[in-house]
């Protein structure tokens, strides 16, 4: 606060006065001099000069003890830095020998590994990316955890991709090719023996209204009528994906068969194979539109020209 002059009751209001002034008796100079000021008035600036002081200490003093004191519930940054820190480590895999490896259970169209996780979304559609081991590579339960199976390099002659449903730093969820429907596991994504792509298409299977969608990028291309499980052997729903491409030299009822990552409810075998779901074609139409197959998805002979040629492997397929 700035310093202010207090007024001097013997100061004249006209200090450079005449000398006439001077040469006048005194109750002349006394009836020129201003009044004297009250002697309350100045004892009462006095104090409000005071009280504002000491107001504007404890002002001073509050807002100090505000800058001092943490703002309730305010996040630590250093612990939050920390904690984003520990989210993006990676987990390291439980360490795998070869024969180790080589004496864990296959995970194919023929296995059957109960102890798999389930998919926890089988509505969901993936985003499109696809792994593929170029050799062997353990599947896990969980990131750290022990190896459950190994996922083979092909499948039915086929190269394995496989979808990946689910994500944390260095891993990668992904649908399994064998029983039960539905199963997971975790793949070491940081794997240099694991290759990364994307495919651009979703297969969507309606079983009620008999229609089979081809999604790319979002939007349906081709849609097709197309024959589904009949009630004592529906198509299973779920998540599934374009396992393999098979081509039959000497074709029965379709020159090429896809199978898929699903198995049937109904048989556990489909003429000695272990009753995987394909989607294929059929020698006459009457089978479009119904519930007529033993749960394969049986399609016109256009639609299996296009998805046996443009379709990857890995591809996701949402039934339901």
């Not at 439980?94 to 509505?123: I, M, N, S």
């Not at 990946?164 to 029983?179: D, F, K, S, T």
């Not at 729903?237 to 090429?256: E, M, N």
């Not at 898929?260 to 089978?287: A, Q």
């Amino acid at each position: 606060m700035g310093k202010h002059r207090m007024p001097d009751p013997d100061e004249h209001e006209n200090p450079g006065g005449d000398s006439t002034a001077d040469r006048g008796d005194a109750d002349s100079r006394a009836a020129e001099q201003p009044p004297p000021r009250p002697a309350g008035r100045g004892r009462v600036r006095i104090l409000a000069l005071l009280v504002l002081a000491a107001a504007a200490a404890l002002t001073a003093v509050a807002v100090a003890s505000r800058a001092d004191t943490p703002a309730p519930n305010a996040p630590n940054a250093a612990a939050a830095a920390d904690t984003a820190a520990e989210a993006d480590q990676v987990v390291a895999p439980a360490a795998v020998t070869d024969a180790q490896l080589a004496a864990l259970p296959q995970e194919t169209t023929f296995a059957d590994l109960p102890t798999a996780p389930k998919d926890p979304a089988p509505g969901q559609q993936p985003d499109g990316l696809v792994l593929h081991p170029r050799t062997a590579v353990p599947l896990y339960s969980k990131p750290g955890a022990a190896a459950i199976a190994a996922l083979p390099p092909t499948q039915l002659g086929s190269d394995t991709w496989v979808p990946v449903i689910g994500e944390q730093p260095g891993w990668a969820l992904v649908l399994l090719p064998g029983r039960p429907n539905g199963s997971t596991a975790w793949l070491y994504r940081d794997d240099p023996r694991v290759d990364e792509a994307r495919t651009p298409y979703v297969l969507r299977v309606d079983r009620a209204a008999y229609r089979l969608e081809l999604v790319k990028d979002g939007a349906t291309v081709r849609t097709w009528t197309v024959g589904v499980g009949k009630p004592v052997s529906p198509t299973p729903a779920g998540r599934a994906f374009v396992l393999a491409s098979i081509r039959d030299t000497k074709p029965t009822f379709s020159p090429i068969v896809l199978p898929l990552s699903v198995h049937s409810d109904t048989y556990t075998t489909y003429g000695g194979g272990p009753g995987t779901v394909g989607v294929h074609g059929w020698p006459t139409d009457g089978v479009y539109g119904k519930s007529s197959s033993d749960g394969c998805i049986r399609v016109p002979p256009d639609a299996l020209n296009i998805l046996s040629s443009d379709v990857p492997l890995g591809t996701p397929v949402l039934i339901r």
